[in-house]
């Protein structure tokens, strides 16, 4: 026999009856799960009744006093406490008990199941709510003021009669006080006992009360006694909960989903000018955002203010056909409990079709009817009623019962729960992050352990949760001590009515309409309640805060003090280590002098040095993938070479090679590693060849036509060559061993993915079960049978393949791929350190000066501009580049170029009009960009707290550390001035733009400095003049800091570099050079 769940119950005489709800529930901090009763069930939450006492909350598997239910013969627990119940009780106590009001008529009854057939017997819950309800107050039982139609109790019904308040088929006897003793497991009648002393009962639970603590009485059902257990300590629902449940959106958001993306402004503004003039309706909204989408679509959430604007949205004729310019689709939340109302006692029996026909036919407003079900999906008495008008939902709440079937039922209003405060810290309940007082750890939701960095924690993945030790994570809503605290929370927040608003003076009937904080329809379901909070919590909570305040003080003083003294440390430790990498730098720099045979050997290494600092990073680009199924590669290594020349391959994969030539294809293609594995008959096996400045380790592999290597990279990638013929001997699934996050496999694959049908599925499972992408080329590999066959499937890597459209002698086209790299994480840059630059030009002076004059003034010079150069190189620092700056404008580079050309023109014209004009647009551009600082560094301050890129600028020059950010292309600039970002169009324009230059005969790429038309001098043939030191220095200090190159590439910041005492050098050579005189043997 089924039975519902007791609850315990607080009546008053200014409260009614509510129904909670959780079919539109609001999320719970830092959970993914939402508490949802499927099927219309009713939570034990929703079928609490609520009362003005204060509740304080438990925790679990602690004892709690309990309320019983009555039962009725068709097997349905009828809760004691419902309006049919209270009528019949208050029937009787006004007729025959009259009794103070002052007295208190706090009682448990308990349930006895009583019929024709069976005697009465007892009939014990359970359940064990967290909710202390002990304190029940006499006004729910015997206040004079609360009128009802009279119920004679000699009225029989017959047992087909469905129109009565109760569904038993017995008759109703009179309620009497009584105590009850539950019996032991025999069916024995229970006793009742009447000399218990109502008054003393009520002064105990009266004074047990005041004094915050209680005793529950368990029951001992085998003994037949009662045992007191002391409880744990109450902990009353924190301000924090409170304010947190009182600050959420009052209605679930309506979705707008786009196929491109759309700015989320517009598209409010379209769809409100659209309700005021096409459907004459303020549309009100509080908040919009983005939401999670897939598929490259754009969600948009749109939260409304009130129900009448919910009603509107509701209705999908009241949409426009488009938003923002673009089709759209939609997607509507399920009905608020703001536009919905419960009918608590409608028969079981009745014929639930005509009942809702009736239903909608008289009320056009009701959108659905629903019987709600318990936690055993058995159907009980209360009907949820759901309206699309909030103004008959407000018309039929205002009356306080609706009339269907010839039948007057009682309606109720439909709550939703508060919203559960859990910490993301250490997952307690009733407090924020900042408030945590687990400061210095943190818990893992998921097995609940502490530790001092989550990052590192290793969890075992055993589910644990830390409230109740439950096999669940700690945030879950269904958690028993979140439901318990959850329910605490809401009757909390209810039982703070103001009592003079909730009393009709016409009548003293109980009238939710009037209720200003049970009034849901406006969605202010508990924000008004915290308002009427009394004075001595506001003046608790204020204490707390000047506490609060003065520690924020203190550590902000104590903070402010260290990051001084620790700014001060990174200074001495920076100027420590620069000394330090100064003087090694020129220590190694000057052992390599000692140790070298001669100048041509110590640049010989300098050189191997400077193109090993180039190539370094080298993945950060590119490396170009030659995929080949040759037929045979004894007939087509000629075509081979002729493509790696071609393409400047660093990745060769041949399929099908048949018989190898191993040191012939070394010899021809010397600048590749070559790695061989042997096929299933003398045409199989696959070749793999990798420039040899790339580090690749073979991965041992027995499958033939499989070979496996390892590309030593910042991430190593999984390479796997194959060939699979229709005769192979292995499965897709062996391949999975050597699959890893970062992998790709490419060959021939002898299987096209779009029309072979059952072979393809069988492939595309297995891609599936390994996470592996497809990455086909455009056009068919095969020239026999016009199918793709030849592509390559991968995870983790960027890889893109087009098929090769030029000739070949192979029945398979050649692919073509570029493998791309994370350019923001792999790119250097360098930095020259100029002092180590000049103490090595001064500490070598005297081998200079005795060489200088051993050959030509040309070869001399030469051979000294070289070394300047590769000493710059060895003197130079690299980084990673993971930091990134704020770029100016492009216009103010293009003035700034403007002008640095001008002024280079002008001084070699000589033009005073040049000169004007480039120190105006040099002003112009310093103005404009000392304006262009400004604003960014205003906009910075503004939105330093707010999440974004101006931030992330702001603390990362504020705190002298970078962030990594990406240096990815977002968009081109089209000579008009529009920001194009779509990528089919950029990748259009880029191709153009290619193709026209490489259209051109001669691509002429000047300088945008210093390259300016040939000048013809007038005076081209006359004699150049001596030049004498002092000039030199002159030239050098009226050009010093031009970021300008000579015809040599070395800048006038170098020469600035050079001891003074070169000079005299270049000078002799210079004069040398004037007057025709050679050194040396020639």
């Known amino acids: ?174 309620q009497h006080y009584q105590t009850t003793r539950i019996s032991n497991a025999r069916n024995t009648p229970n006793k009742r006992h009447r000399g218990f002393n109502q008054q003393q009962k009520e002064n105990w639970q009266q004074n047990q009360y005041n004094h915050g603590r209680e005793d529950q009485i368990t029951y001992d059902i085998t003994a037949g006694r009662n045992i ?147 936690k055993a999906q058995q159907p009980v008495r209360a009907v949820k009623l759901e309206f699309l008008s909030a103004s008959v939902r407000n018309e039929i709440l205002d009356a306080n019962e609706i009339s269907v079937m010839h039948l007057k039922l ?71 001590v ?28 109980i009238h939710s309409g009037i209720i200003p904080s049970a009034r849901t329809t406006n969605g202010e379901s508990y924000a008004n309640m915290v308002q009427t909070m009394s004075s001595n919590a506001n003046e608790v909570v204020l204490k707390k805060l000047d506490s609060v305040l003065t520690k924020v003080e203190e550590e902000s003083n104590i903070t402010r003090q260290s990051l001084e003294e620790f700014k001060q440390e990174i200074r001495n430790n920076y100027n ?63 075509e081979v070479c002729l493509l790696v020349k071609q393409h400047l391959s660093d990745i060769i994969v041949l399929g099908e090679v048949g018989r190898v030539d191993i040191a012939l294809i070394s010899a021809a293609l010397s600048n590749h590693n070559v790695f061989y594995q042997c096929g299933e008959n003398a045409h199989g096996g696959v070749l793999v060849m990798v420039r040899k400045d790339i580090s690749a380790v073979r991965v041992s592999c027995s499958l033939p036509n499989i070979g496996a290597l390892d590309l030593q990279f910042d991430q190593t990638i999984r390479l796997i060559a194959m060939y699979a013929p229709e005769s192979k001997t ?90 791309v790299g994370d350019k923001a994480s792999t790119d250097e840059g360098s930095r020259t350190i100029w002092p180590v630059f000049t103490l090595m030009l001064s500490y ?72 004007k004009e480039a120190h105006r647009l040099r002003n112009f551009a310093r103005f404009e960009l000392k304006n262009f600082q400004k604003e960014q560094l205003a906009k910075q301050l503004k939105e330093r707290h707010l999440p974004g890129e101006a931030s992330r600028l702001f603390w990362s020059k504020t705190k002298r550390h970078f962030h990594q950010v990406s240096s990815s292309l977002r968009g081109f600039l089209s000579p008009s001035g529009e920001i194009i970002k779509d990528s089919q169009i950029m990748a259009d324009m880029a191709a153009d733009h290619y193709e026209g230059l490489f259209e051109t005969p001669v691509v002429m790429r000047p300088h945008p400095y210093v390259d300016a038309p040939p000048v013809q001098w007038e005076n081209a043939a006359e004699p150049i003049p001596m030049v004498t030191y002092p000039e030199i220095l002159n030239i050098l200090r009226s050009r010093k800091k031009k970021q300008s190159l000579d015809i040599h590439g070395l800048s006038p910041f170098i020469l600035d570099k050079i001891p003074q005492n070169y000079w005299h050098l270049l000078n002799d050579t210079a004069s040398k050079e004037r007057c025709g005189v050679h050194s040396g043997s020639n």
């Open 730 to 819: 292995w499965n897709w699934s062996d391949l999975t061993p050597l699959v890893t996050n970062c992998c790709m496999i490419l060959g021939d694959f002898n299987i096209d993915i779009e029309q072979d049908g059952e072979k393809a599925d069988r492939l595309l499972e297995w891609m599936d079960s390994c996470c592996l992408g497809p990455v086909v080329p455009d056009s068919n590999t095969s020239l026999r049978s016009d199918r793709t066959i030849d592509y390559a499937v991968t995870i983790g890597v960027d890889l893109t393949i087009q098929a090769y459209e030029g000739e070949t002698t192979s029945d398979h086209k050649p692919l073509l791929g570029v493998l």
């Open 576 to 638: 420590e280590t620069k000394q330090q990498v100064i003087v090694i730098e020129e220590k190694d720099i000057i052992d390599e002098w000692h140790k070298a045979a001669s100048l041509n050997l110590l640049e010989l290494k300098w050189k191997q040095n400077q193109r090993k600092n180039v190539r370094h990073g080298y993945f950060s680009s590119s490396l170009n993938i030659l995929c080949f199924n040759v037929r045979g590669l004894d007939l087509r290594w000629g």
């Open 844 to 915: 070598i002076f005297d081998y200079w000066e005795k060489k200088w004059d051993t050959e030509t003034y040309d070869i001399t010079y030469e051979r000294f501009i070289s070394f300047l150069i590769l000493l710059k190189t060895r003197c130079q620092q690299h980084f990673s580049l993971n930091h990134a700056r704020p770029s100016i404008p492009p216009n103010l580079v293009k003035i700034l170029a403007q002008s640095r050309s001008l002024s280079f023109k002008a001084k070699r014209k000589g033009d005073i009009e040049l000169r």
């Open 228 to 374: 007191a257990v002391s409880t744990y300590d109450n902990q009353q629902p924190s301000m924090a909960a409170c304010r947190y449940a009182t600050s959420r959106f009052p209605f679930s958001p309506f979705s707008i989903i786009f196929s491109q993306q759309a700015r989320e402004k517009i598209v409010i503004d379209d769809l409100i000018k659209h309700a005021n003039d096409n459907c004459l309706f303020e549309l009100k909204t509080v908040a919009y955002r983005r939401g999670r989408s897939e598929n490259n679509e754009c969600r948009i959430l749109i939260f409304v203010e009130n129900s009448e604007s919910f009603s509107f949205l509701y209705e999908r004729s009241n949409w426009p056909t488009t938003l923002a310019g673009q089709e759209f689709t939609t997607k509507s939340p399920s009905i608020p409990p703001q536009l919905s109302l419960v009918i608590p006692a409608v028969s079981l029996q009745i014929d639930w079709e005509d009942f809702v026909h009736e239903l909608k036919e008289k009320y056009p407003g009701i959108a659905d009817v629903i019987r709600l079900k318990n």
């Open 1 to 174: 026999m089924s039975s519902s769940i007791g609850h315990p119950l607080n009546i008053s005489e200014q409260q009614k009856t509510v129904y909670m709800s959780e079919d539109n529930p609001g999320p719970i901090t830092m959970s993914n799960n939402t508490t949802c009763i499927t099927n219309h069930e009713v939570s034990n939450e929703q079928q609490i009744v609520y009362g003005t006492a204060p509740v304080l909350y438990q925790p679990y598997r602690i004892p709690q006093a309990f309320g019983c239910a009555q039962p009725t013969a068709n097997s349905q627990i009828v809760n004691q406490y419902s309006p049919s119940h209270i009528v019949n009780q208050q029937q009787y106590y006004q007729q025959q008990v009259p009794l103070n009001n002052n007295a208190s008529s706090a009682y448990v009854q308990q349930a006895m199941i009583h019929s024709n057939m069976y005697p009465q017997q007892a009939l014990v819950s359970s359940y064990h709510p967290g909710v202390n309800t002990n304190v029940l107050f006499s006004s729910s039982m015997t206040n004079p003021n609360i009128s009802s139609t009279p119920i004679s109790a000699n009225t029989k019904r017959g047992r087909n009669d469905t129109s009565g308040v109760s569904e038993s088929n017995g008759q109703e006897r009179p």
């Open 482 to 509: 979140v439901k318990d605290y959850r329910v605490a929370l809401t009757r909390n927040l209810l039982s703070k009515l103001d009592p003079a608003n909730t009393e009709n003076p016409r009548n003293g009937l």
């Open 410 to 480: 009682k309606v109720v209003e439909f709550f939703t729960h508060a919203n559960v405060l859990i910490c993301s810290n250490c997952y307690g309940i009733g407090h924020f992050r900042k408030q945590c007082p687990q400061k210095n750890e943190s818990t893992c939701k998921t097995c609940g352990e502490k530790c001092v960095n989550l990052t590192d924690h290793q969890c075992s993945g055993v589910l644990k949760c830390v409230h109740c030790g439950g096999p669940h994570i700690s945030n879950d809503a269904k958690c028993k």
